[in-house]
């Protein structure tokens, strides 16, 4: 690493094959602090409802950033060209900036939900302030999940502890050990309720796969204190142990502003799920790794997720975005994550495909060319919802329709 005078890093430096230095410098290295503009903007809103006389329209100025302004901003700010090369992402993954500007923002979100739920509770507001502050509230403390995903790879106690913690904040404390051991191993097939199906609608999915991922990461949490020697119901329990957290603090909430607080905490935390399924519909629809003949799927490459690699929203997101990379290198942490030219691309960042997804027609209509393509135009190689595999096989089966 070359470090200023003040002991600042400047660029990372890496060997090539040939012997010679390679120099980096992460451009983006200060960057990753737009993740702290929503916050701010949740926060700034709750101010202005006071400063403008408790006027509620204020509340609405979240909901607006999120599907408004941060798509029109990813269109205007354009695509991400930064690449960090191979020989310095030692030097990158050992610098503890990139973990450490992670932690302030768990906490931040904390924030928000609690000033979030106290605001609900003191406040008397219209059905659809209400609305727009769940709806808001919601989705944003849902995006913890990104930052307990980064963590959550990792093996080092800190973090690990750190992802715990943010996942209680919408009790979600199966989150990891299902992504890690669940996810991961079965992505882009069938058998994955994270993975979604070509023709599938956002609505069916987020069904199967929030019970479904709960499901699993019970198992994976049982199977793992097995090989401890461990019963399910134990205080070891790293699932238990989140899922006792989000019980204090909601406990707290009402003990603090009543039962009727649970009426905004209960559908604020399934918000914060459904942001989970947002993003897991749309990293896989319809993509499909090969099984080989010995029953095994193959290996996960970056043609298994699709990517975007919009500026803007990847900053907020710390590299999500880039997940085709991630899959194929899981253990990579996000400042080294990279794009490549040939990787299946959606049409827009994920808020822009969320607000896609919700209008399913309107989706399948953007989105299942795109699949086909991907596919060569061989409808066998798409990972298809079974309610919908008739209607697309006649769609799009060519030559599969005429030989039955």
């Known amino acids: 690493?070359?470090?200023?005078?003040?002991?600042?890093?400047?660029?990372?430096?890496?060997?090539?094959?040939?012997?010679?230095?390679?120099?980096?410098k992460d451009h983006k290295r200060y960057w990753y602090l737009f993740a702290y503009v929503s916050p701010v903007?949740?926060?700034t809103s709750f101010w202005a409802y006071f400063a403008f006389g408790n006027n509620p329209l204020v509340t609405l100025i979240p909901i607006i950033w999120l599907f408004g302004v941060t798509p029109i901003i990813d269109i205007l700010v354009g695509e991400d060209p930064h690449n960090p090369p191979e020989e310095v992402m030692p030097a990158m993954m050992k610098d503890d900036y990139?973990?450490?500007?992670?932690?302030?923002?768990i906490l931040t979100i904390f924030t928000v939900f609690v000033v979030t739920v106290w605001f609900v509770g003191t406040q008397s507001l219209p059905w659809w302030s209400y609305l727009a502050l769940l709806i808001s509230g919601g989705l944003g403390s849902g995006g913890?999940?990104?930052?307990?995903?980064?963590?959550?790879?990792?093996?080092?106690?800190?973090?690990?502890?750190?992802?715990?913690?943010?996942?209680?904040?919408?009790?979600?404390?199966?989150?990891?050990?299902?992504?890690?051991?669940?996810?991961?191993?079965?992505?882009?097939?069938?058998?994955?309720?994270?993975?979604?199906r070509m023709g599938?609608?956002?609505?069916?999915?987020?069904?199967?796969?929030?019970?479904?991922?709960?499901?699993?990461?019970?198992?994976?949490?049982?199977?793992?204190?097995?090989k401890l020697g461990y019963g399910f119901w134990t205080w070891r329990n790293d699932v238990l142990q989140s899922y006792a957290l989000t019980l204090a603090i909601v406990a707290v909430c009402v003990a603090a502003l009543g039962p009727l607080i649970l009426l905004f905490i209960i559908p604020?935390?399934?918000?914060?799920?459904?942001?989970?399924?947002?993003?897991?519909?749309?990293?896989?629809?319809?993509?499909?790794?090969?099984?080989?003949?010995?029953?095994?799927?193959?290996?996960?490459?970056?043609?298994?997720?699709?990517?975007?690699?919009?500026?803007?929203?990847?900053?907020?997101?710390?590299?999500?975005?880039?997940?085709?990379?991630?899959?194929?290198?899981?253990l990579r942490p996000y400042q080294v994550l990279r794009n490549f030219d040939d990787l299946p691309t959606l049409p827009a960042g994920y808020l822009g495909c969320y607000t896609l997804a919700v209008i399913p027609p309107l989706w399948y209509k953007v989105m299942d060319k795109r699949v086909m393509d991907w596919a060569g135009g061989d409808i066998t190689k798409v990972n298809l919802d079974p309610k919908s595999k008739a209607r697309l096989i006649r769609k799009y089966g060519g030559r599969l329709v005429a030989a039955e």
């Open 1 to 24: 690493m070359i470090l200023d005078n003040k002991g600042n890093i400047m660029a990372f430096t890496g060997t090539s094959e040939d012997g010679s230095t390679v120099t980096y």
């Open 41 to 43: 903007i949740y926060l």
């Open 98 to 105: 990139y973990r450490f500007s992670i932690y302030p923002h």
């Open 144 to 196: 913890v999940l990104t930052l307990t995903h980064e963590l959550g790879h990792k093996a080092n106690k800190s973090d690990q502890l750190m992802a715990k913690l943010g996942n209680s904040i919408i009790g979600y404390g199966h989150f990891c050990i299902e992504h890690n051991r669940g996810h991961h191993v079965m992505v882009s097939t069938p058998e994955d309720p994270a993975s979604a």
């Open 200 to 226: 599938e609608s956002i609505y069916r999915f987020a069904v199967r796969e929030i019970s479904g991922t709960f499901a699993r990461g019970w198992l994976h949490e049982r199977e793992r204190l097995e």
């Open 268 to 330: 604020h935390h399934m918000l914060g799920w459904y942001a989970l399924t947002q993003a897991n519909y749309v990293e896989h629809y319809g993509l499909l790794r090969e099984k080989k003949p010995n029953g095994k799927y193959e290996r996960t490459q970056p043609r298994h997720s699709w990517n975007t690699n919009l500026m803007f929203s990847n900053m907020q997101l710390f590299h999500l975005q880039r997940h085709s990379d991630h899959h194929a290198n899981p």
